[in-house]
């Protein structure tokens, strides 16, 4: 894998005045959410969070609400102070840096998209885009250029000089999309982007979103509260249970392989069809002699089930799943029955 | 497969009974009403099951223990409410009864008829006096027959008073009986409504029979009954009854000791004070310099330019047919005068104003300190803090101004605070993720997102300002309020009618373009 962009060790975030001891108490033995509540009147945020981020890479946080994601992303550009934990960002500690540095690391490295928009009602488009820019005295001329060039990257070409309440809500979250674009960050941190959304553009906005970073190679967090999402736009996932990480992993292995019954639960009424791939469910050959399959069509590790059922489905034989041009495993009707169920 | 689920659902639950089938869980109510009455548990639960059934109107309940100790039962039980205004209705009735049985209703007509009658006789002895003399009694003799009929009629009087006493008691009795009757058909609803309270706040809300509550309530009905019954029955009641007893001594030391203080506080800060006085003065003259040292075509055409140009062409016209009737009357100097008084308050209010609105809007902890100051200077009537005014800075319009100023910048400062503190957090915190810092907040977010309330805020100020110009004539303030004020002294109907308008006309100008001004700048928004 390639360089981490964004690493977080450890990372807790207790809100009370007895923080630190709660983590200390928490370090050294079992202190449960209650327990915090009743011994130090604090409550636990995020609870020894670690994880690593990838240049390019969407990495996923999922959990509902409650579960602490939002208070977990704003560590990365220390919106919230961890109590105890470190946090790198391009190699430099986050934390430990003073306020004009950290100032500089956000209005540079770093761009957000929130829930709600927070657009600024009295600004135009625009101006609202090249907000960033501004902030960092980049002088007009440039910073118009470059917010139109980046509403651009979001279709939003001709709405530059309306104001943001004249826009639909997707709109609107375009324009901070766009915002978050403008000072060219390495990082996009996307706190919930789409939930206030209605279905139909959340889908659009999920396919547009997702093309246009890998399109420009930024490493995004994206925090959602929807496994679907989270699955459709994510390269991992990291699964979030009362401030607690409970898995991370690729979408295929949340589904497959869920850590506990909590992610079970969640990545039932997920549609594997796309996710799970040939060899996840294949058999092996066990000595079965493939020549004298004739006419048996191949395919390749990675075929997911969608494409493994249109090569199935009109031929009497199993599929042979090969590896490097050899073949490695069988896959009968039966087996791709079981598998899109799920295995039983 | 989603119908499934729901089917299996439902079959796991037993059949819904009909609505109008589905009862209270009496036994647990029972209990709960038990556990607050704590006494006659059974009456109660019986009263309060009929009040719950009740479908029309009151719930016609009778509680004779409430009938009969009146607002003892109330306090006992701790409904205060029903306590205090039953106590306060009983105390008219008794007061009535007392009246009606010791009350001497017709004593005075009786000493009057008395008093007349000696007269009477002492001017009929006169007659028979002058008649044996040889003189005319006729003058006396009439005197004293008309002072017998006097004392005639104040016998009636007091007879009928006397008889008056009879029907004030029955009518105290019956206003007694109708207040009884209706605590007993009114306390249980009541209590049931107290029971309702206290299932949502147990810790706060009275239940049981208390004996603290019975004592206090008793104590109360000691107290403040017989003294009122005798207060109004008795002839004679005693000073100390009727007067509180004062000591003027408390009154002159406490008064000369805070004289003292203001005097040495203002010979100390003398130097201070001057100074506030030169810098509020050259505020005040550069302002009127500009309104009555240009000539007045100039100014005039000005005001109704900026007039036209915020508020439209309907309040322009209203200002030109304002400014000619203030310049027809001869107002015209003294009119620009108190623009210029109320435009330099005004203007001190927002520029010492708006930065202590930013500051209390986001310091919590600041603004706990500063809101009961700014009551204050709302609330202090004028005229009270017009005395200390003059005695640190002497008299006409700068201190003037300074009194304006304290009345006229609380709206300001709260408005502001209010607006600062509405902003989203949201939209703060997505300025500080793109790295801005807290000047760029302020500048950026916070000032422009508050400025709709900080607006408001500044014509709230202004029309405070304009209601203190009569005000500030009373320490030597000049403009409009001194026409205003010499009318008053002479009486003078016409000249205070005629300066009065001019007040409302410059006030309505004002309002109409600053409102004007800031519905332009809104729409803009």
Known sequence: MSEAVVELSNVWKVFGKKAQQT???????????????????????????????????????????????????????????????????????????????????????????????????????????????????????KRWAISDHTLGLVNLEGYEDRLPRELSGGMQQRVGIARALASDPEILLMDEPFSALDPLIRLQLQDQFSALVSELKKTTLFITHDLDEAIRMGHRIA???????????????????????????????????????????????????????????????????????????????????????????????????????GGK | MADEVLHANVAARPAAPAVADIEVDRAELDASIANFVQQNAGYYQRIFHKIHDNTSGIPLTFNKAAALLGPLWAAARGVWGLFWGFLILEIIAWVQIGRGTWGELGAESLQQAVRQETRAQQFLERAEAARAAGEDPSRFETLG???????????????????????????????????????????NIAYEKQYSDWRVTPERVPSGVNRLNTLFGAVLVVAVMPLTVYRFTVENVPDYLTAFPANSDYYTNTAR???????????????????????????????????????????????????????????????????????????????????????????????????????????????????????????????????????????????????????????????????????????????????????????????????????????????????????????GGGGLGQVILEALQFAAKGPGLLGGFAILFVAMVIDRIVQGAFRRADLKR
Not at chain 2, 163 to 174: E, F, H, Q, R, Y
Not at chain 2, 263 to 281: E, K, L, M, Q
């Open chain 2, 145 to 187: 027959n008309n002072l017998m009929r006097a004392a005639e009629r104040s016998r009636e009087a007091a007879d009928a008073a006397a008889a008056d006493a009879l029907m004030i008691l029955a009518s105290g009795l019956i206003l007694l009986l109708i207040l009884r009757v209706a605590q007993g058909i009114w306390s």
């Open chain 1, 239 to 341: 699964i979030m249970k009362d401030g607690v990480i409970v898995q991370i992993g690729t979408p295929e292995e949340i589904v497959t392989k869920p850590a506990d019954d909590y992610v079970r639960e969640f990545v039932q009424g997920i549609s594997r069809l796309k996710l799970v791939k040939a060899h996840t469910i294949m058999e092996p050959l066990n000595g079965v002699d493939v020549a004298a399959l004739n006419g048996a069509l191949r395919a390749d590790g990675d075929t997911d089930l969608d494409a493994l059922i249109d090569l199935s489905v009109d031929s009497a034989h199993p599929v042979v799943v090969t590896d490097d041009g050899r073949d490695v495993g069988l896959i009968s009707k039966a087996t791709l029955l079981r598998g899109i169920q």
């Open chain 1, 23 to 141: 983590v200390e108490a928490a370090n050294t033995g079992e202190l449960t959410k209650a327990q915090a509540l009743e011994e130090y009147d604090s409550v636990i945020g995020v609870r020894d969070a670690s994880f690593s981020v990838a240049r390019g890479e969407i990495f996923c946080i999922m959990g509902l609400s409650g579960s602490g994601k939002s208070t977990l992303v704003r560590h990365v550009n220390r919106l919230i102070e961890p109590t105890a934990g470190t946090i790198k960002v391009l190699g430099q500690d986050v934390s430990a840096m003073g306020a004009k540095e950290l100032r500089q690391m956000r209005s540079h490295h770093i761009g957000m998209v929130f829930q709600h928009m927070a657009l600024l009602p009295h600004r135009s488009v625009r101006d609202n885009v090249a907000y960033p820019l501004e902030i960092r005295n980049v002088p007009k001329s």
């Open chain 2, 257 to 475: 000791w805070l004289e003292g203080q203001i005097d040495s506080a203002a010979s100390a800060g003398a130097g201070t004070f001057d100074g506030i006085v030169f810098g509020v003065r050259s505020i005040l003259d550069t302002v009127s310099l500009a309104l009555i040292g240009t000539p007045w075509p100039v100014v005039m055409t000005v005001i109704c330019v900026i007039a036209w140009r915020s508020a439209g062409p309907r309040v322009a016209i209203f200002t030109a047919a304002a400014l000619a009737y203030i310049a027809f009357l001869g107002y015209w100097e003294i009119a620009m005068e108190t623009v210029a008084l109320v435009g330099a308050a005004v203007v001190l209010c927002v520029i010492i104003g708006i930065p202590l609105g930013i500051w209390f809007g986001k310091s919590m902890r600041a603004y706990k300190l500063a809101e009961p100051v700014l009551d204050l200077m709302q609330t202090l009537p004028a005229f009270v803090y017009l005395i200390p005014i003059i005695a640190f800075f002497g008299t006409g319009n700068p201190p003037g101004i300074l009194a304006t100023i304290i009345f006229g910048m609380p709206p300001v400062i709260r408005l502001t605070a209010l607006g600062v503190r509405g902003v989203p957090d949201t939209i703060k915190e997505a300025a500080s993720a793109f790295g801005a810092s807290n000047w760029q907040i302020l500048r950026d977010v916070e000032i422009p997102l508050a400025l709709p309330s900080i607006m408001t805020g500044v014509n709230q100020t202004i029309l405070m300002c304009l209601s203190m110009v009569v005000i500030i004539s009373l320490i």
